[in-house]
């Protein structure tokens, strides 16, 4: 898994290329952590070149959106999900507690 | 196949999936079908390694796939705890974000994901298998 994290002014995007499996989760958990410890909410995940995410990714999700929604002080946003990975976040029940964009560009323009 | 063996870390997933993915491709399974596949047999040792186990490096994961008419039967074999699947409960869906468990998913997505699920125990061997149906 290789992660690019992008510091815009409005918000902060995530590419993440691979496998979000229990060997590669955690470290997802440390990128995100550090956005929000430094005060950052608002959150674009961008998939694209996502190959296979498990509930072990899903829970990284779930967490951060809770933290980033609180206070209402900002929100996790999910970007061009490829279609396996949709199937999963549907069976999951997290697509009614993400916004989910067809690009990364239109979940920026979200913010 | 010859029954493969691998440590019981979270770095042998990648591997395993692998071997999935290429007995999901040998049994003719789509895309989406297959993607299923990978994520049952994903949870399923990662709840080895975490649960079974209680952490990487502490035994082994023995994995084996056959092909039987419609059915892709996949086993795999531990010597961890023996587990229940009566004592997790089923993650509750369709509640609001605040009141979302975190955990529970994995059961759930293999339950999902596979026609079948059974869990055995031959002496202090876990058996799990898994079965897809096709079409």
Same mark, same amino acid.
């Given at each position: 898994?290789v992660?690019?994290?992008?510091?815009?002014?409005?918000?902060d995007?995530?590419?993440v290329?691979g496998?979000?499996?229990?060997?590669?989760?955690?470290?997802?958990?440390?990128?995100?952590?550090?956005?929000?410890?430094?005060?950052? %909410?608002r959150?674009?995940?961008?998939?694209d070149?996502?190959?296979?995410?498990?509930?072990?990714?899903?829970?990284?999700?779930?967490g951060?959106?809770?933290?980033?929604?609180?206070?209402n002080?900002?929100?996790v946003?999910?970007a061009?999900?490829?279609?396996?990975?949709?199937?999963?976040?549907?069976?999951?029940? %997290?697509?009614?507690?993400?916004?989910?964009?067809?690009d990364?560009?239109?979940?920026?323009?979200?913010? | 196949?010859?029954?493969?063996? &691998?440590?019981?870390?979270?770095?042998?997933?990648?591997?395993?999936?692998?071997?999935?993915?290429?007995?999901?491709?040998e &049994?003719?399974?789509?895309?989406?079908?297959a993607?299923?596949?990978?994520?049952a047999?994903?949870?399923?040792?990662?709840?080895?390694?975490?649960?079974?186990?209680?952490?990487?490096? @502490?035994?082994?994961?023995?994995f084996?796939?056959?092909? @039987?008419?419609?059915?892709?039967?996949?086993?795999?074999q531990?010597?961890?705890a023996?587990?229940?699947?009566?004592?997790?409960? @089923?993650?509750?869906?369709?509640?609001?974000? @605040?009141?979302?468990?975190?955990?529970g998913?994995?059961l759930? &997505?293999?339950?999902?994901?596979?026609d079948?699920?059974?869990?055995?125990?031959?002496?202090?061997?876990?058996?799990l298998?898994l079965?897809?149906?096709?079409?």
């Amino acid at each position: 898994m290789v992660i690019e994290h992008t510091e815009l002014k409005r918000c902060d995007v995530i590419n993440v290329k691979g496998r979000i499996d229990s060997a590669t989760a955690p470290k997802l958990a440390e990128v995100v952590n550090e956005i929000v410890e430094a005060g950052r %909410f608002r959150i674009v995940f961008d998939m694209d070149g996502v190959d296979f995410i498990s509930s072990a990714g899903l829970r990284v999700l779930i967490g951060t959106q809770k933290n980033c929604k609180r206070y209402n002080r900002g929100e996790v946003v999910l970007a061009a999900v490829p279609e396996t990975i949709m199937a999963s976040l549907e069976l999951a029940g %997290f697509t009614p507690l993400f916004k989910i964009f067809k690009d990364g560009v239109s979940a920026v323009g979200n913010f | 196949m010859p029954t493969v063996i &691998f440590p019981g870390r979270y770095d042998s997933l990648a591997k395993i999936a692998d071997l999935v993915k290429k007995a999901t491709q040998e &049994f003719g399974l789509d895309r989406l079908a297959a993607y299923g596949v990978e994520t049952a047999v994903d949870e399923a040792c990662s709840n080895i390694i975490e649960h079974a186990y209680g952490g990487e490096g @502490k035994g082994e994961i023995e994995f084996n796939y056959r092909i @039987k008419d419609d059915f892709l039967i996949i086993t795999l074999q531990d010597t961890g705890a023996s587990f229940n699947p009566k004592s997790v409960p @089923k993650p509750k869906i369709n509640v609001p974000l @605040k009141q979302r468990q975190e955990t529970g998913l994995g059961l759930y &997505f293999m339950h999902q994901w596979m026609d079948e699920v059974k869990y055995d125990t031959a002496g202090k061997t876990n058996v799990l298998t898994l079965i897809k149906r096709k079409g």
